[in-house]
């Protein structure tokens, strides 16, 4: 437990260490990678490159040492980060890594001076607060998975059923397990974590559920769409090494971006590959008959994922109205319902007049930016705009 005066030091220094965050944000994360190379498959490569790893992990640590006396106004922070732990299974073992080196790059960042005991000490105590939150809810996670049916804790090994082309980037891969037991169901929305091994490293990714477990007669089974991304090195080798008949480890479901019962109006908005998880939402709603507007933003035809599968649900629910939106147009390609980029003036056109609707976005960044500021503009209240990121996460505004 800390004391008055420790929650007045870690207060305090909170805004030095967010005026110097990029230099804290790098030597913290160098250190971690190079002391400690076991997180290493916790985190992802371009992720890590790119920086947006470093700095979610970092600014998630300064979130909550600025809320710590009112953990309340974390809002939906702490219960992401939770769930994208357990997707890759970070375990008790990996939190005193992580603290050793968030207090070396505090005194290193800050100077002796500045960093003195007493401030590592107050840091040191309010990391172990934490810590301690997020493994006994983690903790709570893993049994619950374990214990549910089908459920499991852990890796589990599971076979590649089938691998179907859903666009020029899009490949979609169905899992049942190798031991041929039954399978932990999910919620709308959530993701799977996945353990391989590419070019002698471990790697560890979460990708979406692309649709439900059971569909259309087929046995369970987990479906992830997986974008080819020029530099990934799992979307990579799942696209050129992973055929019918691979074996791969997945870790239980996970994630708090579900889709919430509800009889209001369902807008779902997606960009390029976000439209994974809004797929198995879709597919969810629609058996409640409420109104759906599922509306895609993608480049072009060519990548677009899943067009013939909504409109042929489209066509045998007439609650369901699809509209898509290409940046370009190919010579040859089936013509999209508007052109260049979604933006509030297409929304006032495609969104019911009552704006009191529950909308679900998922996307790139920018495009996830402009959807949120398009929604507020056209009147949807903020607290029924959810969305989920690909990758760490980062603020909209």
Request: aromatic letters at 8%.
């Amino acid at each position: 437990m800390l004391t008055e005066a420790q929650l007045a030091i870690v207060k305090s220094t909170v805004p030095l260490l967010e005026s110097g965050g990029e230099a804290l944000t790098t030597h913290f994360y160098q250190m971690l990678m190079r002391d400690y190379p076991q997180v290493r498959p916790l985190f992802n490569r371009t992720h890590q490159a790119s920086g947006d790893q470093p700095r979610a992990l970092a600014n998630g640590v300064l979130m909550y040492a600025r809320h710590i006396d009112r953990l309340e106004e974390l809002g939906p922070l702490a219960a992401q980060i939770i769930n994208k732990h357990v997707a890759v299974q970070v375990m008790p073992e990996h939190y005193p890594m992580v603290g050793d080196c968030l207090l070396r790059a505090i005194r290193e960042v800050l100077g002796a001076d500045i960093a003195t005991d007493a401030v590592i000490d107050a840091w040191g105590a309010a990391y172990g607060q934490l810590a301690d939150i997020l493994i006994g809810a983690e903790r709570q996670q893993y049994d619950s998975k374990a214990e549910a049916p089908g459920g499991w804790r852990g890796g589990r090994h599971f076979v590649v059923s089938r691998k179907v082309a859903e666009s020029e980037e899009i490949t979609s891969f169905y899992f049942v397990p190798q031991d041929g037991g039954s399978l932990l169901d999910f919620e709308p929305g959530q993701y799977i974590g996945l353990r391989m091994t590419v070019d002698g490293e471990e790697q560890r990714r979460q990708y979406s559920l692309s649709a439900p477990l059971r569909q259309n007669g087929q046995p369970a089974q987990y479906r992830i769409s997986v974008k080819r991304e020029a530099n990934g090195k799992v979307s990579r080798h799942l696209h050129d090494q992973i055929h019918v008949g691979s074996v791969v480890e997945l870790f239980p479901p996970s994630g708090e971006f579900t889709l919430t019962a509800s009889t209001r109006p369902l807008v779902l908005i997606s960009g390029g590959v976000g439209i994974t998880p809004m797929m198995s939402m879709l597919v969810a709603a629609l058996p409640s008959g409420r109104p759906v507007h599922f509306i895609h933003a993608a480049r072009h035809a060519g990548v677009h994922a899943f067009r013939s599968a909504l409109e042929e649900l489209a066509a045998r629910h007439p609650q369901l109205q699809v509209r898509f939106c290409y940046e370009n147009q190919r010579a040859g390609d089936v013509a999209p319902h508007a052109h260049g980029f979604i933006d509030a003036a297409l929304l006032q056109q495609w969104l019911p007049a009552d704006r009191d609707v529950d909308a679900y976005f998922v996307g790139p960044k920018p495009f996830m930016k402009a959807i949120r500021q398009a929604l507020e503009e056209l009147g949807v209240p903020a607290a029924q705009a959810r969305y989920e990121f690909f990758g760490p996460a980062a603020a909209l505004q």
